[in-house]
C-alpha cells in the first residue's frame, strides 16, 4: 500500500548503483518509511514495508556516492539539487531580522510585480515542510490590478449573498447549538467583516485586497492536510518579505472561493481542491521604522 495522493497512487522506486555503493547505511538509517534496511552489511529494498516508498528522496539526498535514485510520485533525479554553501544559508540572527521587520502591508506603491518575483516566491514557498511527499498543494498566482479587482468584485458578491442569508435573527436562532467563541466570532468579527467588505465596494474602495498588484491563492487536495496549503502561503510571506515586497495573509477570499465551484475552476483551481489561504503582495508604500514585540498566549516548557 501507499500514502494516497490526488494525483498519484504507487509507491516511489528505488534502485541502487552496486557497483559505487559503499553500503555506509545511511540510507537505510534515515529511511523512514523503513524501506531500506542493512542486512548481512548491505543495503535491501524491502517490498513489503508498510506504507512504500513515499518519494521523499532522503536517501538519495544523503548518499556520498549519489548510488541511489528515486523515482515516481513527482520525484526524480532532477529534483535532487545541490546545498547552497553554508555561509549562503540565513543564520538564525538574520532569520530573526526579517522576521521582526515583517509587517503587514496594506498600502502598495502604483506598481506591478514582475512575474519572475512571483514565481519565484512560489518556488521558495514549495520547500516548505507540508505533509507527506509529494506535497498535494497548489497555489494560483493572480497578477496585475486589473485581474486582482476581478477577482475581488466576485468574491465581494458572494458575501453580498451570504449577507442577505445569514441575518442577524438566523444568527439569535442558532446562538444555542454554537459554541461561545463561535457565536462571538460570527456576532463581532466575520458577520461585521463581511459588510465593510460590501460597504468598501460599492463606495469604490478594495478592502478585501487592499489594492494590491498581485495575489497568491494556495489550495490543497482532500488528501492533504487542511493545515498544508496554510503553511505554504507562511513561507511564501517569508519569501516575499526576503526579496523586498509588502505582504499580507488575506483570510476573507477562501470561504467565498469554497463555495464557488465556477470561480475555481476558472482560477484553475482542481476539482475537489479547498482554497484555504490567500497572501497579497506588492512593493510597499509605507516603509517601518521600528518592530514589536510578539508572544504566543501561553508558554509552557517541560524538563
Known sequence: MTIMHSLYREPGSISIDQGTCQCCGLCARICAAEVLVMENGHVRIRDDAYLGCIACGHCMMVCPEGSITVTGRGLGPDDVLPLSKPELRA???QLAALMGARRSVRHFQDREVEP???NRIVEM???GPMGIPPWDVGCVIVR???KVQELAGEIVKGYEQFL?????WLLAVMRPFLRRATYDQFRNFIL?????????RRAGRDILFYGAPAVLIFHHSPYADKADAAIACTYAMLAAESWGLGNTMIGGA????????RLCSQLGIPTGNTPSMSLIVGYPATHFRRSVRRRFSHLSTIG
Open 192 to 200: 461585521p467583516l463581511a459588510q465593510s467588505y460590501v460597504d468598501g
Open 254 to 261: 477562501p470561504p467565498i472561493l469554497q463555495r464557488n465551484k
Open 144 to 146: 496585475g490590478r486589473d
Open 116 to 118: 519572475e518575483a512571483l
Open 91 to 93: 543564520t538564525g540572527d
Open 125 to 127: 514557498a514549495a520547500f
Open 164 to 168: 442577505k442569508i445569514f441575518k442577524p
